[in-house]
């Protein structure tokens, strides 16, 4: 199947009949699934960005990371003793 653009939506001729459809509510209802299509594009796009981020992250993530997380939590829990203790 090919893959549709909103300019081959926007392109698209239909041949009108005697008993064929209202020319204007076809055009206005092509321009809602154009805007709604270019929407879908730059958000599926967005996304894409988003998962190669995060990917690239997970790959950059290595247990010196790790480590900074648990002696950051370790820190938080010392700094809630001492508060207690001061209490």
């Known amino acids: 199947m090919e893959r549709l653009t909103p300019r081959d939506i926007f392109n698209k001729d239909f041949k009108t009949s005697l008993?064929?459809?209202?020319?204007?509510?076809v055009n206005e209802f092509l321009d809602i699934v154009i805007k709604n299509f270019e929407d879908l594009l730059e958000e599926n796009q967005q996304l894409k960005e988003e998962m190669k981020k995060t990917n690239?992250?997970?790959?950059?993530?290595s247990p010196g990371s790790q480590?900074?997380?648990?002696?950051?939590?370790i820190l938080r829990r010392l700094e809630r003793l001492e508060q207690m203790m001061g209490q």
Not at 19 to 25: I, K, L
Not at 68 to 73: G, S, T
């Open 56 to 61: 690239r992250g997970q790959r950059s993530t």
């Open 19 to 25: 008993r064929g459809y209202d020319v204007d509510e």
């Open 67 to 73: 480590s900074d997380a648990a002696i950051h939590d």
